[in-house]
């Protein structure tokens, strides 16, 4: 198992900005592609954005393209999900994982389903007020 560890959430205003990091244990934390999901009280597990292995390759739903942008720096182990005009609804317990299996998808939307992802952290609380 990879242990991933989240950090960089918090209160923000609508508008604001917020920058989230997954510190990964593991030697081959560079061959894994990862992956942002958020969830908020009540509602399913929802996929935010993902990367390949290299950062080469990105996907983000449609909620958040143009406002998020995922990154990795493999040297450091940590993947960074920016988040800039958030809003309200993006209030949520946000959580990275690891597909350990694969590095890159054969389709973007493949990077979408939670089970394709083996290792998960906790998941660090993101709230946006109006």
């Known amino acids: 198992q990879v242990q991933l560890v989240e950090s960089g959430g918090g209160l923000v205003q609508a508008g604001g900005s917020l920058r989230l990091s997954c510190a990964a244990s593991?030697?081959?934390?560079?061959?894994?592609?990862m992956g942002w999901f958020r969830q908020a009280p009540g509602k399913e597990r929802e996929f935010v954005a993902a990367i390949s292995w290299g950062g080469g390759s990105t996907y983000y739903a449609d909620s958040v393209k143009g406002r998020f942008t995922i990154s990795r720096d493999n040297a450091k182990n940590t993947v960074y999900l920016q988040m800039n005009s958030l809003k309200p609804e993006d209030t949520a317990v946000y959580s990275c994982?690891?597909?350990?299996?694969?590095?890159?998808?054969?389709?973007?939307?493949?990077?979408?389903?939670?089970?394709?992802?083996?290792?998960w952290g906790q998941g660090t609380q993101v709230t946006v007020s109006s």
């Open positions: 994982a690891a597909d350990r299996k694969r590095g890159t998808w054969a389709r973007p939307v493949d990077s979408t389903w939670p089970g394709a992802y083996d290792s």
């Open positions: 593991g030697r081959t934390f560079s061959s894994y592609a």
